[in-house]
Every structure is written in C-alpha cells, then in structure tokens.
C-alpha cells in the first residue's frame, strides 16, 4: 500500500479529518500495514500499549478474559480506532482485540499517536467522544445485563436485593 493510499485511509477517519495533511502523511509515513487472520489476536488483554490500529478490511472483536472465560462485547469494523486506550492511558490493555475473519489494518505507534493527541485539540475531543460513546454503549449493555440477572434470581427466588457478583 502507498504511502497515499494510507493517508487516504486516515483521512476518512473522522478523528483525523481536521489535521492538516503534511501531518497526517507523517502518520501515514510512520504507520505499518498488517494483516491477521481469523482468530487472531492484534494486541493481548493485559499486555502494555504500544500502538494503536486503524482497521483497514474486516472487523475485529473486543474481548474481555474473565473468570468465566472470553466474552465478546463489541465488534468493530473498517475506518474505525481500536487499542487506543492503553496508549492513551499508559496503561496496560483493558481488552484483548481478535480478528473476525481476515483482517488489515494499519498500526500506528504509541509515539506517534500521543504526539498528535496533544497537538491537535480537536483530535483529542474527537477521541473523548468515541470513548464517551463506547461508554455509554458499555453501561447500557452492563445496565441490561443487571436486569436480567435480577430478574433471573427472581425467578429462582433469590433476594431481588443482591446484585452481579455480589
């Protein structure tokens, strides 16, 4: 893939629409394209946060590892951001990423990606509003979740009172 065609692919990202085109082909320039095939993984639950990837074709899921096992809560597709917490965080993964079939995207740096995050403001307010987004998908999804496990306990007679995990 050239090197226009990666800054092509950032460009239609909506968290890089404002950023001048000089920078976003330096993005372009130190960005990597990769593939992975179904099952797997782009980046590991707990490992620390290195980059960032822009999925190019295919989706990948976001997996949590629990005590129970792998759950699925999310599947995201072409032009969209994922593993970015972690570098933004400076943190570990909260996630796991898992490709969905084959995938191709292109992975951008910690470096990078944080230099752009801090200078330019509408990046970082665009980013807010994807997490925020996600957020509020994630607490309707955990809010649904609750119901049903009340409402299961209340079908097995236990204390409608007790919570998740509780």
């Known amino acids: 893939m050239s090197l226009v065609q990666e800054y092509e692919l950032l460009r239609?990202?909506?968290?890089?629409?404002?950023?001048?085109?000089?920078?976003?082909?330096?993005?372009?320039?130190m960005s990597e394209r990769v593939g992975?095939?179904?099952?797997?993984?782009l980046c590991r639950q707990g490992d620390p946060g290195d980059a960032a990837y822009l999925?190019?074709?295919?989706?990948?899921?976001?997996?949590?590892e629990g005590p129970a096992g792998p759950l699925t809560v999310a599947t995201?597709?072409?032009n969209e951001i994922v593993a970015e917490m972690a570098i933004l965080c400076d943190t570990t993964r909260n996630a796991s990423v898992r490709a969905k079939g084959r995938v191709v995207?292109?992975?951008?740096?910690?470096?990078?990606f944080v230099r752009m995050v801090r200078e330019f403001p509408a990046m970082a307010v665009s980013i807010?509003?994807?997490?925020?987004?996600?957020?509020?998908?994630?607490?309707?999804?955990l809010s649904a979740a609750l119901s049903e496990v009340?409402?299961?306990?209340?079908?097995?007679g236990a204390p409608a009172s007790q919570e998740a995990g509780a």
């Open 12 to 29: 239609r990202v909506p968290m890089f629409a404002d950023i001048e085109p000089a920078r976003l082909k330096l993005v372009a320039f």
């Open 36 to 41: 992975f095939d179904d099952g797997k993984l």
């Open 55 to 64: 999925i190019i074709e295919g989706e990948v899921e976001i997996v949590l």
């Open 76 to 78: 995201i597709g072409a």
């Open 105 to 112: 995207a292109l992975r951008i740096s910690k470096e990078p």
């Open 128 to 141: 807010m509003r994807e997490l925020a987004n996600r957020l509020d998908s994630t607490n309707t999804q």
């Open 150 to 156: 009340r409402r299961l306990r209340e079908g097995a």
